[in-house]
């Protein structure tokens, strides 16, 4: 069996979706267990409903639903025009879409929305389009089945970021998808969605479904995970945001973890780690050019030394703490660490002097709880207008010359907090914000386009 996930734009309109199933279609021997997400812009369109009912605006709720609607109707009704289950389709969508229209006016009449309630409204966009996706399949002669995957992706109680249960998920799964198989050709589920023990619906955070998919295949011992997305692989860097990115034809699980980790949103940062316990290979590739080899992501033997990407993240805060009472007191790291941890505010960058630790962290985490017990025994300075750059590469902190051209390109540039050596894939240093766009594409000039060899001490 193969996991094939496939995001937004992939599956964002009547021609994308033609060309995933048909894309599918060509894999049937291999027995893929289709992991979709929400059609391209649907989950910001759920957010925007959400926020609209929260705050009582029953005008814009109303509104945004319909236009919700319209879409999936649409669509629907494009790709079955030619067969029998387009009835049944679009009334199934219609169904879906009278059970969010009831929970948002719900919502709106209260003025207060729950973080339960916001998973079973975001949630929506994924159970639309494998609903969608699964009666086009079998429209077109795949068999295939609809597999809720609620029934197997459990999760902890964090409804909107939830944490998976991994032992619950591969006990749950194989059976599933087994049974789900019988007299199939292809199964089909959501990609962002979970479910707790008790059966209340959750969900895995933006841009969950790659770690939905790479679950699965975990669970189910898949041969391959693929990634389908808009990009012809993993890149050298966004390609949105620097010109002349290059593609990479194989990166190891652990360039990829920390390209995502760091910055690069071609993967959600966690998708690498189930597959590594497994040892299965994940592949990223082009749904709009499926003959493209795509990015193979595997062992860290079978690939080479060397810079892969500069990953970057735009928004971030730097978190500066200063005690007098730091020096000597053995337990200050400790205590600082812990509020961190109990808040479950997750730190990316550490640097430390006498009187004064300073640390990054991304700027959508929660940090004002932190702030406040931290400032009850140190000052506590925060400063948003700071981005992070990191540099990527197998055993590059080990290479000859590497920190010199990282920083050769810098030269005008004020460099706050560099990390390196805490893992040997990776070098990262804070910039002012307004600096970004530029120390990002010189480096990768400098770095790419002068490819001369370092060598290794
Ligand atoms: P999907 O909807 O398929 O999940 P995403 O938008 O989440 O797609 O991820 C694909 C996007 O990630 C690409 O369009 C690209 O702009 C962006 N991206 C950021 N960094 C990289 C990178 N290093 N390599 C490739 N794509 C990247
Ligand atoms: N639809 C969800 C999102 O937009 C999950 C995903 O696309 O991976 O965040
Ligand atoms: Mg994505």
Redesign the pocket.
């Known amino acids: 069996m193969i996991v094939m996930k496939f995001?937004?734009?992939?599956v964002a309109n009547f021609e994308a979706i033609t060309r995933t199933i048909f894309i599918i279609g060509g894999k049937l021997d291999q027995k893929p267990v289709v992991v979709v997400?929400a059609l391209?812009k649907i989950t910001d369109l759920l957010y925007a409903i959400s926020d609209a009912a929260a705050a009582n605006d029953v005008a814009t709720t109303t509104d945004l639903l319909a236009q919700l609607r319209k879409r999936h109707v649409d669509l629907t009704e494009e790709l079955l025009a030619q067969s029998m289950l387009k009835d049944e389709a679009v009334a199934k969508v219609n169904e879906l879409c009278d059970g969010l229209d009831k929970i948002a006016m719900a919502v709106c009449s209260l003025g207060e929305l729950s973080d339960k309630n916001k998973a079973i409204i975001i949630s929506t966009g994924e159970y639309l389009s494998s609903t969608i996706i699964a009666y086009a399949m079998n429209a077109k002669g795949i068999r295939t089945k609809w597999v809720d995957s609620r029934t197997m992706m459990v999760t902890n109680k964090s409804y909107l970021k939830a944490e998976p249960n991994v032992a619950a998920i591969s006990e749950r799964a194989p059976g599933l998808v087994a049974e789900a198989y019988e007299g199939m050709d292809a199964i089909i589920m959501q990609g962002f969605v979970g479910v707790t023990e008790e059966g209340k619906p959750t969900v895995l955070g933006r841009?969950g479904?790659?770690y939905s998919a790479s679950l699965i295949g975990m669970a189910i011992d898949a041969e391959r995970i693929e990634i389908?997305?808009?990009?012809d692989?993993?890149?050298?860097?966004?390609?949105?945001k620097v010109k002349n990115?290059k593609y990479l034809e194989k990166i190891s699980f652990e360039e990829a973890a920390e390209?995502a980790h760091f910055g690069?949103?071609?993967l959600h940062p966690l998708t690498i780690e189930p597959a590594v316990k497994k040892n299965i290979p994940l592949y990223v590739l082009n749904s709009m050019n499926p003959s493209g080899k795509g990015t193979a992501i595997l062992r860290n033997e079978l690939i080479e030394d060397g810079v892969k990407?500069v990953?970057f993240k735009e928004n971030i805060k730097v978190i500066n703490i200063f005690s007098t009472r730091m020096i000597n007191t053995s337990g200050f790291l400790r205590r600082v660490f812990e509020i961190f941890s109990e808040s479950k505010v997750s730190v990316d960058l550490i640097s430390t002097s006498e009187a004064n630790i300073s640390v990054t962290v991304d700027a959508s985490e929660k940090i004002d709880p932190v702030i406040k017990q931290l400032s009850e025994f140190a000052d506590v300075i925060v400063d948003d207008d700071k981005s992070q750059i990191s540099v990527i590469g197998k055993n590059i902190v080990r290479l000859n010359g590497m920190l010199k051209k990282t920083f050769t390109p810098l030269k005008k540039t004020n460099v706050y907090m560099i990390s390196q050596g805490a893992s040997f894939v990776n070098i990262s240093f804070v910039v002012d914000r307004e600096e970004l766009a530029e120390v990002v594409q010189d480096l990768h000039d400098h770095l790419f386009d002068n490819p001369e060899e370092l060598e290794t001490f």
């Open positions: 995001g937004g734009t992939s997400s391209s841009g479904s790659d389908w997305t808009d990009v692989g993993v890149l050298t860097a966004d390609p949105r990115t390209m690069a949103k071609v990407s990953s």
